[in-house]
């Protein structure tokens, strides 16, 4: 009787140590951080700050916070919530210059209807109809260019916070309700239904 | 009596009434049905049934027919009301066939394509009517399904067999309106020829001319005014196959080509033969691959490409979503250009089979270039020698670039069809006896004596990255930097970013020093910088540790001159005061270095210890005098807010250098 005691206490020590031990790994993706940094991305190279020809182009980002982005994916809450990482990598501002330098050749696009904002974050030539052939092949190869530069911004925004590929989607989606929210009036933006309507 | 002459005028009268009103209305009527009927037959010997809801027809012979379907001889409905809005200036001669007819504003909706290639086939075997001579379709429009919409006018005629169509403002477009044509004007001419014996194949002859006008196909754009298109061509129509057999196709100027093209019931099925050639690359490539890509792909906005170059190729399956592909490549004096690369008179002849075509016998190639050069670096001229495979394409022995008065050999150089379709360039590649200065002065580098080789191993490039599993070493300052995991990121896009781990041994700082301008520093330095990133030119990420390692009979000294430039570079602190460094010329240190890393523009700065104060030294001052030490107090910095402060030093270098010079 008491050799049963004895295992049973041994048994109920082994389970008390072993569920010390286990170790809790929190998985974090500092969405809010995203799209705060994707807010002043999209006003950097959209905005009325992009508008502006007076503004200098700024030398780095201070989106403030991509931040805890910065901690990879398998850090303890307290080292994510340090928010101490700009994105500003010579990448990202190559193609944030590149974005912002065409957007003076989209807007009247934007702003007629010819291109809109799809729910993945991408530009789409959506009515041509009134434009002759010189303008459509204006849109098409701007509406190329454009979103290639912008999953290449999402891949590089990833890899200097230490993400994998696994997160460019996450980033990409952030940034499309991103680009969907600060669409200004008139132009075509398209809701996670798939209805086009007009903002 | 009065009244029955009245009564008799009244009857004759109403006769007469009725008379003229029979001798009025009874052509009409009778035209009417002789429009509808023949409307019928003339459908119907082309196969369908046509059913018009009303055919008016008004004196001037002017016939409106409404609510027309039309109905293939199966009964299903290819066109859908209204077919012709208004029919007029109709000619009725004997015996009442309609020979001419004008269509103003018709509009046509084909709803069914005819998936089994009924419509093309019954469209081509009629073509117009045997007794329509001429028909005027003006400001017309036609919509077949989601495919496509077509308005304009033309004029079709055809005499002794051959219909020829004149269009002068013909607008095609398809939804999206990304693939379309607009003004076209232009003749095209299909002859029925005669039967080949025992065959019940229908044969013609096309030809076409567009003389104005422009198309656009997605990002390409052609003005049709600049680049006229003329093309000949024999069709030859089956019970299952249409074969186009296109003699010449021209976009003149641009682009020629030689078709036979097998068009099937079944898409995977047709088979194209294609030859394609360019007289004129200069233009063909601004037009076809600068202009509409330039934007996408920044490499391509800056490129020039001349010569001459042609694809024979066979395509098996045109339709599908995975073609079978063969053919032969070739190019003559071709020069490829732009202020980073240069591929000078190039000439080849390379045969190319797809994964999935059809197995031969394996066929040789050639590759040769006069120059090669990329990022000012030359790689000199070279020769390959290929064999073509199924997915493949092999060169036959190692292929020996000249570098940097060395050379970069490549073994088992092939370029391989993945999967997924998309190509990739793979290698082995052995670097021999490089001089560093001369590769560095190419590239536009400070030149630095030395000499670099090493087995790069495993080489593959393809659109996503060109990556290299092996490693080189850099002899240089009297050690050795080993470098590994090098890749370039996206080569051909905006961005590419170029990564690198590296090693360094024993490297002399006297001699390091001596090549940069940064004062004068002795000692061994050791370490290394993993995660390097270099991209738009710039650095954009490293982890750094660099430090000096003692060696017996190597002094450790530090200059003053370069003991400024640490200081002004970090922010750091010379603790000695400034009589003791105008006294002295170079100071003893036991320990220097720094560990760091840069993320995001942001470097942080540690040195070898930690000082007391919290600082970090970057230079911990020997035993014996004279000595120094250098501590940083900023851990944290903006990257480019250091590189601006090494160019103001740079800058201030070369003032004072222009200084002492006058």
Redesign the interface.
């Known amino acids: 009787m008491q050799r049963r005691n004895s295992i049973r206490s041994l048994a109920l020590m082994f389970a008390m140590a072993a569920a010390s031990a286990c170790v809790t790994v929190n998985i974090y993706f500092p969405a809010p951080q995203v799209r705060e940094a994707a807010e002043q991305i999209v006003e950097e190279t959209w905005g009325d700050a992009a508008k502006d020809a007076s503004v200098q182009p700024r030398s780095s980002l201070s989106p403030g916070r991509l931040l805890a982005m910065a901690s990879s994916l398998l850090v303890a809450d307290a080292h994510a919530a340090d928010p101490d990482v700009n994105v500003s990598t010579p990448a990202i501002r190559a193609l944030k210059d590149a974005i912002k330098a065409r957007s003076a050749q989209l807007r009247p696009y934007m702003n007629s209807g010819a291109v809109g904002i799809d729910r993945g974050g991408v530009l789409v030539a959506r009515d041509l109809a009134g434009l002759d052939l010189a303008g459509k092949a204006a849109v098409r190869r701007l509406v190329e260019a454009e979103n290639r530069d912008r999953t290449q911004l999402y891949r590089e925004i990833a890899a200097a916070n230490g993400y994998g590929s696994e997160r460019v989607r996450d980033i990409q989606q952030i940034f499309a309700e991103t680009w969907v929210a600060k669409a200004e009036p008139g132009w075509w933006v398209q809701d996670a239904g798939g209805t086009w309507r007009r903002r | 009596m009065r009244r029955a002459i009245l009564a008799a005028g009244v009857l004759v009268a109403t006769v007469l009434l009725l008379v003229v009103a029979l001798y009025a209305t009874l052509p009409l009527w009778s035209g009417t049905e002789l429009v509808r009927s023949e409307l019928q037959r003339q459908l119907l010997l082309a196969g369908y049934d046509v059913q018009a809801a009303s055919v008016r027809m008004d004196r001037e012979l002017s016939v409106t027919a409404t609510d027309v379907v039309i109905r293939d001889a199966g009964g299903r409905e290819v066109a859908a009301a209204p077919l012709v809005e208004v029919f007029n200036t109709l000619r009725l001669q004997p015996p009442y066939l309609v020979t001419t007819a004008r269509l103003i504003r018709p509009r046509l909706s084909i709803d069914r394509t005819g998936e089994d290639g009924s419509v093309l086939r019954s469209l081509l075997a009629t073509a117009l009517p045997a007794p329509l001579e001429r028909l005027e379709i003006e400001e017309g429009a036609v919509r077949i399904g989601d495919a496509a919409t077509a308005r304009g006018t033309l004029v079709l005629d055809q005499h002794a067999g051959a219909l020829g169509i004149t269009a002068t403002t013909l607008d095609i477009s398809d939804p999206?309106?990304?693939r379309?044509?607009?003004k076209l004007a232009g003749r095209l001419r299909l002859e029925r020829l005669p039967r080949e014996a025992a065959s019940t194949d229908q044969r013609y002859a096309l030809e076409l001319q567009i003389g104005s006008g422009?198309?656009?196909w997605?990002?390409?754009?052609v003005d049709l005014g600049a680049f006229p298109v003329s093309a000949a061509a024999t069709a030859t129509a089956a019970a299952k196959t249409v074969d186009l057999d296109i003699a010449s196709a021209e976009l003149r100027g641009l682009l020629k080509m030689q078709a036979a093209f097998t068009w099937t019931l079944q898409d995977e099925l047709s088979r194209c033969s294609l030859h394609l050639s360019a007289e004129n690359l200069e233009r063909s490539f601004d037009k076809l691959v600068r202009e509409?890509?330039g934007?996408?792909y920044p490499a391509l906005a800056n490129l020039t490409v001349t010569g001459k170059s042609s694809v024979r190729m066979t395509i098996t399956g045109a339709g599908s979503d995975a073609p079978a592909i063969s053919g032969v490549v070739h190019a003559q004096s071709l020069r490829a250009s732009s202020p980073a690369f240069l591929l000078d008179d190039l000439t080849a002849r390379i045969p190319f089979f797809s994964r999935n075509a059809e197995p031969v016998v394996d066929i040789g190639g050639t590759l040769a270039a006069a120059d090669l050069r990329i990022g000012g670096i030359r790689f000199g001229p070279f020769r390959i020698e290929s064999i073509a495979r199924a997915g493949r394409l092999d060169a036959t022995a190692p292929v020996t670039l000249r570098v940097g008065g060395g050379a970069l050999t490549l073994e088992d150089l092939a370029l391989v069809e993945r999967e997924e379709r998309t190509l990739q360039l793979r290698a082995r590649g052995l670097l021999r006896d490089v001089d560093l200065s001369r590769l560095l002065q190419d590239a536009g580098w400070p030149a630095v004596q030395g000499r670099l080789e090493g087995d790069l191993g495993g080489m593959a490039m393809d659109p996503v990255a060109l990556s290299v599993t092996g490693a080189a070493t850099a002899h240089v300052f009297g050690g050795r930097v080993h470098l590994r995991d090098m890749s370039i990121g996206?080569p051909f896009?905006?961005?590419s970013?170029f990564r690198l781990d590296a090693v360094a041994e024993d490297l002399q700082l006297a001699e390091m020093t001596q090549a940069l301008p940064f004062g004068h520093i002795r000692g061994v330095l050791e370490g290394h910088v993993n995660d390097l990133e270099?991209?738009?030119?710039?650095?954009?990420?490293f982890d750094v540790d660099l430090h000096s390692v003692p060696r017996p009979g190597v002094a450790q000294t530090i200059s003053v001159r370069a003991l400024s430039k640490l200081s002004a570079l970090g922010g750091a602190d010379a603790s000695l005061g400034g009589i003791a460094l105008r006294l002295v010329n170079e100071f003893r240190y036991s320990r220097l270095g720094v560990r760091g890393s840069l993320?995001?523009?942001?470097f942080e700065l540690h040195g070898v210890e930690r000082a007391d104060d919290g600082g970090e030294y970057l230079v911990k001052g020997s035993l014996l005098p004279p000595t120094v030490n250098v501590i940083s107090h900023t851990q944290r910095m903006?990257f480019?807010e250091m590189l601006s402060r090494l160019r103001s030093l740079g800058e201030e270098e070369g003032e004072a250098r222009d200084a002492t010079s006058q």
């Open positions: 999206s309106a990304t379309a044509a607009e422009s198309a656009l997605d990002e390409v754009l509409p890509f934007a996408a996206t896009s905006r961005v970013v270099i991209a738009a030119g710039q650095l954009q990420s993320r995001n523009d942001q903006s480019s």
